[in-house]
């Protein structure tokens, strides 16, 4: 309602994602869905892989994912196929052929740790923040009502001219209030080869 006080904790202005970033689904055929996705939609391939059985991925149900892309941006639709024991379990949001998860972009660092602050002021449960794997944005989860996997992000990676992704350091949790944004840019340039760009607005962490 206008006029009541904000959350405690959260921002008097919460921010807004400014896109949805991309999505995630689950799906029966991982050959036959890059090759639609690619050949009838048009979109580009980033990158592919199968997880080994004793590598947690994108969540432990996880067997296989590939990313495609419609412009530089490292991919704007993630797809996963299940582990054999997950897909004959009892079917839950995400672990089953369809939605996997939907992400939302924020335009700066302390946007994503205001988002966070904001959602936890509310009452919701943050699943877990990560940085690594594909597309290498720092990033946290939550939950919808129905259960659907909704992620918030900042600082997905690029892909140059040579349609190659860049070196990323492998999936981990991390504290995202404490996490070292202006770091993890440098590391990300390092890594490319090219001259650092840390985002103006970057903040190294949240004050204690």
């Known amino acids: 309602m206008t006029g009541d006080p904000p959350l405690n904790g959260a921002p008097a202005l919460e921010p807004r994602p400014v896109r949805i970033g991309h999505l995630g689904i689950v799906v029966a055929d991982l050959d036959r869905t890059v090759s639609?996705?690619?050949?009838v939609v048009g979109?580009?391939?980033?990158?592919?892989?199968?997880?080994?059985?004793?590598?947690?991925?994108?969540?432990?149900?996880?067997?296989?994912?590939?990313?495609?892309?419609?412009?530089?941006?490292?991919?704007?639709?993630?797809?996963?196929?299940?582990?054999?024991?997950?897909?004959?379990?009892?079917?839950a949001p995400g672990l089953a052929p369809g939605l996997h998860h939907i992400a939302f972009e924020l335009p700066t660092p302390e946007d994503l740790l205001a988002k966070l602050l904001a959602v936890r002021a509310r009452g919701i449960e943050i699943v877990n923040a990560r940085r690594g794997g594909p597309g290498n944005q720092p990033r946290?989860?939550?939950?919808?009502?129905?259960?659907?996997?909704v992620e918030f992000y900042w600082g997905i990676d690029q892909v140059g001219w040579e349609g190659r992704a860049r070196?990323?350091?492998?999936?981990?949790?991390?504290?995202?209030?404490?996490?070292d944004f202006a770091g993890f840019v440098r590391e990300r340039d390092a890594a490319a080869g090219v001259a650092p760009t840390v985002p103006p607005t970057a903040r190294t962490a949240l004050a204690d």
């Open 36 to 39: 639609f996705y690619t050949e």
């Open 43 to 91: 979109l580009r391939l980033t990158e592919r892989f199968e997880y080994p059985q004793d590598v947690v991925g994108h969540g432990v149900s996880v067997a296989a994912g590939a990313f495609v892309r419609c412009d530089s941006t490292h991919h704007c639709i993630s797809i996963f196929t299940l582990r054999s024991d997950v897909e004959h379990a009892e079917p």
């Open 140 to 149: 946290f989860y939550i939950r919808d009502p129905d259960g659907n996997l």
């Open 167 to 179: 070196p990323y350091a492998p999936i981990e949790e991390i504290d995202l209030e404490r996490f």
